[in-house]
DNA sequence: GCAAAAGTGTTGGTTGTACACCCATGG
DNA sequence: CCATGGGTGTACAACCAACACTTTTGC
């Protein structure tokens, strides 16, 4: 047997970065870090950071997550690996991209570990990030727009229950577009996603509206085996 | 400035290994290499490597593949990074794959480099592969299955001119099932996809079939913008 | 003529799209 | 009584699946 590293010494070469999106109001966010040490300090980024040799890269990054801002329990997907040899400034060191949609109001962020800030930004208005983040995160988004298309999303950016508007609006924030609010309805009752709570909205300045839940079943087997939602 | 490793060192935490799809009369094949040194030697695996410090995870990709096996100039896409901390037996090594698809015909297997042997398998009848490549494989090939129905492909893995029939084989191989012909040339004319070469099959048993080509242009931008194949 | 593959049509049911319309509620 | 959002209906076009049919060619 050869001498291993110890398990908590960190790669030195591979990292982590996730690209974590939040929907609120409307409005669909990333959430970033502002280093408080490192080469970085200051600067706002990607939570992320180094992987341990005791531990799955899936893992790292659970875990990182969780100790830069305190989200936890959600449900990350990988993105991608970016490698070029000059993405990092100082040595060479291969990132691996995750990324995962959260409802922002589940969460309070908790800035901590290297992290001296943790907070959301529209994605229509963010600060410069270091490195190569603004790729990765504009890759993410892509990533995004085409995964609602082919898969059911919302379970982890809405409310557990929400109005039919609420998550037609989830739609348009990610696609940047309008949809016909019939239509819409339609294309959900069709693909019987959705429960009707047989509950109303309450304090609202107009007629309230019914409250929905998700299928779980339905929404599990969806994302499983694909689905069009067109336009 | 830090003291760097050698641009040809390798980094030793990190791996590259390929999923190579390719077609022949109908079947739909894998290409494996069998080591011939080091601690699988005479094993068949997924061609596959170390990375160099001086070149980015892309183009280690690349070398590799044509280092091992022969094939140079194809399109590698990626496909995942698997970071399971005990997927290696003897140290920790995370592995970005790699897939593509490629005609047989147009490439003489080569084995180089650590390469003892490199050969077409079909993918229903293989060896047994190292570490956890048959989870690679199968993950890329549930990956082909899916890109199959939201992009055009068969540009790399037919001849330049073929025939609507070997097309539909193609689908038929990759999605293991069966297509309505008249239903399938519907389809492929509504995108406009192929160009009519105005030239028949020749020396064949029966009535000699129309050949085509794809319109590259359309080929991009489908593969841009996505598109949705029915079943 | 028969086998094998090429290639065309038909038909009915399902979807998608655009748009118009009525309903409930608070201010 | 009107602004705001909730919610329904219709009508046309496009699409899809299943299946039957005709054509061409070599043996």
Redesign the pocket.
Same mark, same amino acid.
């Given at each position: 047997m050869e001498n291993l590293p110890h398990p908590d010494t960190i790669i030195d070469a591979l990292s982590i970065d996730c690209v974590i999106f939040g929907f609120k109001d409307g409005r669909l966010d990333i959430l970033l870090v502002k280093h408080g040490e490192g080469i970085s300090a200051g600067k706002w980024a990607l939570p992320g950071g180094w992987i341990t040799y005791g531990e799955s890269v899936d893992d790292a990054a659970k875990r990182l997550l969780n100790s830069l801002t305190g989200i936890r329990d959600i449900y990350l997907e990988q993105l991608k690996a970016f490698g070029d040899p000059n993405r990092y400034p100082s040595r060479r060191v291969v990132t691996v991209a995750y990324y995962a949609l959260v409802n922002e109001e589940n969460y309070a962020l908790i800035p901590g570990f290297t992290a001296s800030d943790a907070q959301w930004f529209s994605i229509h208005d963010l600060p410069p990030l270091i490195y190569d983040h603004d790729q990765i995160l504009d890759y993410g988004y892509r990533q995004l727009k085409h995964k609602v298309r082919h898969e059911p999303i919302g379970f982890n950016l809405l409310p557990a229950k929400f109005?039919?508007?609420?998550l037609q609006e989830l739609y348009e924030a990610i696609l940047e577009t309008k949809l016909? *609010?019939?239509?819409f309805?339609?294309?959900l009752a *069709?693909m019987k996603l959705l429960i009707d709570c047989k509950e109303?909205?309450k304090?609202?300045?107009?007629? @309230? @509206?019914?409250l929905y839940k998700f299928d779980k079943r339905v929404y599990v087997t969806l994302r499983k085996n694909g689905m069009?939602f067109?336009?």
């Open positions: 109005t039919l508007l609420q016909d *609010k019939s239509n309805r339609r294309k *069709k109303k909205q304090d609202v300045s107009h007629r @309230a @509206a019914e069009v067109g336009l």
